[in-house]
């Protein structure tokens, strides 16, 4: 049996774990097999909703923990239990739904296995984005932040889809309007997302080595997008596979092939094993 290097690799999921089809390769799935194998722990640390990402890492065979909502909520993969339940309260998230809306754009509320949005059922965009993360939308008619009062909804994230061409101007705005209180981040060319500040992707990181008793120096991260950043710096190893930002891969340690190539393979061959 290979002897361990790097004893918990810990994988961003879109753009990272999966290609652009929205598959896993089939040699990424061999490398984490053989990794989990000789001892290893690999978990998913991801923005999609909890309920999204549930039947992903069970169909590929993965126990132990997923990290959901940006690490706001960390659950059991095989029994679905929560260990960790972090969000906004309804004010917070009528704060930030107004301060979208002010500048002109239409907004998503995600709380627990819950999508609302005010994007019309029949918009394009929303329909790929459903289609992409499994899950059916329920559309506001009306001011989005008063059902979010009316309903005293505890939110894990607010998200916006917009235009690529747009997303960092509207990023920098919302990071001088919001960027003291939450966290403002990106986590795909077409998304901004707004979520607790604090219960980023760094701290579950350090929250699952705390868990397994790893010492963070002996953990990987890797990712493709600014909302990976904390982890990446706050990981052992900060990987950045090969199409994720710029900003990503400066603050990495290393830059691997890009998702369609297989890039977790890559990670766990060269990282994952002493040689």
């Known amino acids: 049996m290979k002897k361990l290097n790097y004893k918990l690799i810990v994988s961003d999921f879109d753009g990272t774990l999966i290609d652009d089809n929205q598959q896993i390769l089939p040699k990424v799935r061999t490398a984490i097999k053989d990794y989990i194998a000789c001892g290893g722990i690999f978990a998913v640390c991801t923005g999609r909703m909890t309920c999204c990402i549930l039947p992903r890492v069970r169909e590929l065979g993965l126990k132990g923990l997923v990290v959901a909502y940006q690490g706001t909520v960390i659950a059991d993969i095989e029994s679905g239990k929560i260990l960790r339940y972090g969000g906004i309260k309804s004010e917070g998230?009528?704060?930030?739904?107004?301060?979208?809306?002010?500048?002109?754009?239409?907004?998503?509320?995600?709380?627990?296995?819950?999508?609302?949005?005010?994007?019309?059922?029949?918009?394009?965009?929303?329909?790929?984005?459903?289609?992409?993360?499994?899950?059916?939308?329920?559309?506001?008619?009306?001011?989005?932040?008063?059902?979010?009062?009316?309903?005293?909804?505890?939110?894990?994230?607010?998200?916006?889809?917009?235009?690529?061409?747009?997303?960092?101007?509207?990023?920098?705005?919302?990071?001088?309007?919001?960027?003291?209180?939450?966290?403002?981040?990106?986590?795909?060319?077409?998304?901004?997302?707004?979520?607790?500040?604090?219960?980023?992707?760094?701290?579950?990181?350090?929250?699952?080595?705390?868990?397994?008793?790893?010492?963070?120096?002996?953990?990987?991260?890797?990712?493709?997008?600014?909302?990976?950043?904390?982890?990446?710096?706050?990981?052992?190893?900060?990987?950045?596979?090969?199409?994720?930002?710029?900003?990503?891969?400066?603050?990495?340690?290393?830059v691997s092939v890009s998702n369609n190539e297989g890039a977790i393979a890559q990670v766990i061959e060269e990282f994952g094993f002493i040689k």
């Not at 918009?123 to 009316?150: C, H, M, P, T, W």
């Not at 889809?161 to 990106?186: F, M, S």
């Not at 080595?209 to 600014?226: H, Q, R, Y």
């Not at 990976?228 to 950045?240: H, I, P, R, W």
Request: net charge negative; charged share 25%; aromatic share 8%.
């Open 93 to 254: 998230v009528a704060e930030i739904c107004r301060n979208i809306k002010e500048l002109g754009h239409p907004v998503n509320v995600y709380s627990g296995d819950e999508l609302y949005t005010d994007i019309p059922k029949d918009n394009e965009y929303l329909q790929r984005y459903e289609r992409i993360v499994g899950i059916d939308a329920k559309y506001i008619d009306g001011d989005i932040s008063d059902f979010v009062i009316k309903n005293d909804l505890f939110c894990q994230k607010v998200a916006i889809l917009v235009a690529h061409e747009e997303q960092a101007e509207l990023y920098a705005e919302l990071c001088r309007r919001l960027g003291n209180k939450y966290d403002v981040t990106c986590s795909a060319k077409v998304l901004i997302e707004v979520s607790p500040l604090g219960d980023n992707k760094g701290q579950a990181v350090k929250f699952l080595a705390n868990k397994f008793g790893i010492p963070i120096e002996k953990t990987i991260a890797c990712g493709d997008n600014l909302n990976d950043l904390s982890m990446v710096q706050v990981a052992g190893l900060g990987v950045a596979v090969g199409n994720a930002t710029d900003t990503l891969k400066n603050a990495a340690d290393f």
